[in-house]
């Protein structure tokens, strides 16, 4: 549908940051999953809607496209948009966070180790680690890329590539740097060994063990453990709307805060978004104070809606913001290519990467770069986020049938992880031994949060197509999540 | 040569860990350094020697081999060995370190990083940085390998392969493990993104900011700055025979010294060798006080003498030992791929891993796994071990000629780096500036101690193969250190 998206009028952003379609897109949804619209209903014409809402026709089809790649609405040839089956009823979302306000000593580690090693069992339901399928990744392509390669570059290949690393690769990201919102040069840009070795050695330019680092809460154990000893001081977040901004000033008023680390698009595990105006504010808030934003970006090509949200390093006039990312969740988790605009904390940052891994290995770096420059990655990530959006949308109301009462889940608008508030009672720890005796893997809620809180969350990844099998796991998830003793 | 070795009988090991013909060699190199045996002489017949000095037939044959190996003399078929020309009135070998007995805080970030930066440059003479010339490397062999890993594992290769690692991988790690004296099984090992990752693991493993390590003096600035906010005990080490165990026993007495990282085998930059005795006794000591030895053995294969020296894991009876290497030097340093076999800590490690890197690139391991396994490893390495050898050789000679008076330079018996000790006068750091500007990279002194010591020091790359460019750059250098003024 994306491509119907070009022939468009170009969307109109609103004063709250938001596209005005979206607000358009929202209305609807309220309808469906307040059942004022019901599944296999027809919905309003776009003219006639336009003439309701006193938007143009333009914008009312941007809008249903959105409600399409959501999974709320589905094309019937020469009829119109129709409301797809089974998509009201759904649980409410979970409440934004509130952590309390004091930094704590991160040390989850032997619950993540546990969680990880889980994972790896192919015998076992994957659903605790984010990995797409290969089923829905450019494996072909992108390896017939790596092929040529090395049968073409046979000396560059053998050597290191020393930071700042694969000068083409660069090129490529720096490209792409205007989908969200900035213009990066080849030589603003250090490739790591995935978004983990950038934002590890992002947190190690700009603190040192002891020091306090904001984060969201809930938010990726990975980068918890990432910080070699700092402190985590969790801010309120929204599922939503992201980061509580608000909480945030305060806690930078009230203590020493040394960086700050953020997910603004679709944070994992909640799936929340800011709005551009959230992110600018966000940037010019730390900036003011000189706080280093951290922001991890892997999942900001995984939208769902019409168009890339922008980072939130499109309003860093400061060079404080250090944006991290990679091809992992969209490309190849296997080729381990990552990257990192560190703004004014480059040559740290660099030579950091010398002492961690030396340099990224040379030939993945080469072949996706070969990848991106050839035109592959646009047609693929149009057809990975449909999918995605599909699977996320499956997941919800597979959870909406089989969880107990009193289960919230988010609506993320990208990315493919789910976080499932459970009803207090249910102890997602042993939820997680429970379903891992029927060969499901689950994340707990615990290790999202540096003070283990969470205790009756979990999050369910959606990066397997959607499967008998996986089905099957819900209903027995749900079944275990419903029989938890109080 | 090597393969000559095969057919003789099994050397014998002697009390103090050396080989008989390792000492009958020592000997004659001797005679010949001193001038006893001159240049273009034949020396003595096998047979004749054999009778002098009371040994076998076989071990004078395999001392000649290694003289042969090392560039002290050259076979004239039916006729008997001779000195080779130019190869006496070599400088002496630089005295033993003796570093003051204190930690430091280790701090040389700056220069280390320029001097990398230095070496990145195609159009300066590399003698900075200790890389193999990929004229020495089997490029062709291993990318066919990785073109054919590429095209006939997509989906394997698209996946996170987790800690710890490629299965295929560490079995042919575990398989070469013999050659170095242990008997690893393929669970006893992580793969890494090269040696300098394994490295920052097992020290994360170990100890935390503020900890003690104690190190050898001069050692590899790569350590000392992956120490990660921990300080460096340096131990007086030996050019020849490597870390002084007497200094290190009183050292670990006096002082809180958290573990221990040495490079036993052809120490960078001094190119020491302990012998089997002194690693045995080395890895009692520690083990008798419970302080973990980290060994980096990354050139260890790179031996010029007959036999590969052994692994101090090789005495390891307490899970102590964390050995780390890869195959940078010896095979692809742009594939990223090494290992830790990390003994007991192998949980923390490969949590660590997760957590720095998530997983080593997917399809380098594979090509890399392929490679060794098919047979191609052992025949590359004779070869690359003849060529170091003499390049290593050529390089002490050609110091010899060009270097002022006063110079001292190693011997090493392996690997491919030479420690050269000015006259007194000649401060490294200003000749690297002076050398950088005629286009000539060197490493100096200071960025091999956490003190900054060895200001006359440098030290000097022998990865690439003789050539005029090479000479020339030496004669450059040794007129730029004559004429440093006091």
């Known amino acids: 549908m994306a491509s119907k998206m070009n022939t468009m009028n170009q969307p109109t952003l609103q004063d709250d940051g938001t596209y005005l379609y979206e607000q358009v897109a929202d209305k609807m949804t309220t309808l469906i999953d307040g059942g004022t619209l019901r599944p296999g209903e027809r919905i309003p014409s776009v003219r006639k809607l336009s003439g309701q809402l006193r938007v143009s026709i333009s914008t009312v089809q941007q809008a249903y496209v959105l409600l399409e790649d959501r999974g709320f609405v589905e094309v019937r040839p020469q009829s119109g948009f129709y409301v797809r ?30 969680v990880f090693e889980a994972a790896r069992n192919p015998n076992v339901v994957p659903l605790a680690t984010a990995i797409p399928s290969s089923d829905l990744l450019p494996t072909k392509q992108l390896n017939r890329q790596m092929a040529w390669v090395a049968r073409h570059n046979g000396r560059e290949a053998m050597n290191y590539d020393f930071p700042p690393g694969n000068e083409a690769l660069r090129r490529q990201v720096a490209r792409r740097s205007l989908d969200w919102g900035c213009s990066l040069s080849p030589d603003d840009i250090v490739t790591t060994c995935g978004t983990m070795e950038a934002l590890n050695l992002c947190l190690r ?54 960086a700050c680390l953020v997910i603004p698009n679709f944070n994992n595990p909640l799936g929340s ?183 009756n969350f979990i999050r369910l990844s959606c990066g397997q197509p959607w499967s008998d099998r996986l089905e099957q796991a819900l209903i027995t998830l749900g079944r275990l999540a419903g029989k938890a003793q109080g």
Not at 236 to 257: E, S, V, W, Y
């Open 273 to 455: 978004c800011m709005s551009d105006k959230n992110k600018k504010q966000l940037a010019e808030m730390l900036g003011h104070r000189e706080i280093p934003l951290i922001e991890d970006d892997i999942y900001g090509d995984l939208y769902f809606g019409a168009t890339r949200p922008k980072a939130a390093k499109a309003f860093d006039k400061r060079g404080l913001v250090l944006l991290c990312s990679s091809f992992s969740k969209t490309i190849a988790p296997g080729y381990r290519v990552g990257w990192t605009a560190p703004g004014r904390f480059k040559a740290q940052v660099e030579h950091l990467k010398t002492m961690n891994t030396v340099a990224t290995a040379t030939l993945p770096q080469m072949a996706m770069a070969k990848f991106l420059e050839n035109g592959g990655y646009d047609r693929h990530l149009r057809r990975l986020r449909k999918a995605l959006a599909m699977q996320v949308q499956r997941m919800i109301l597979a959870i909406s049938q089989y969880f107990p009462e009193g289960t919230r889940v988010t609506r993320p608008a990208g990315g493919f992880v789910l976080w499932v508030e459970l009803p207090k009672r249910v102890d997602s720890l042993e939820l997680y031994r429970k379903a891992l005796d029927k060969k499901i893997s689950i994340a707990p809620g615990p290790i999202f949060s540096a003070k283990q809180k969470y205790q």
């Open 205 to 258: 330019a700009v603190a040192k063990p002891g020091d306090t680092i904001a984060v969201e809460s809930p938010t990726f154990y990975g980068i918890l453990q990432a910080s070699l000893g700092m402190k985590a001081f969790e801010i309120p977040t929204h599922p939503r709307h992201g980061i509580d901004l608000d909480a945030l000033d305060r806690a930078i008023k009230k203590n020493k805060i040394k």
């Open 85 to 114: 089956l089974r998509s009201r009823n759904l649980p409410p979302e979970p409440k934004p966070s509130s952590p309390s306000p004091s930094a704590t000593k991160v040390g989850v580690a032997d619950l993540v180790a546990k």
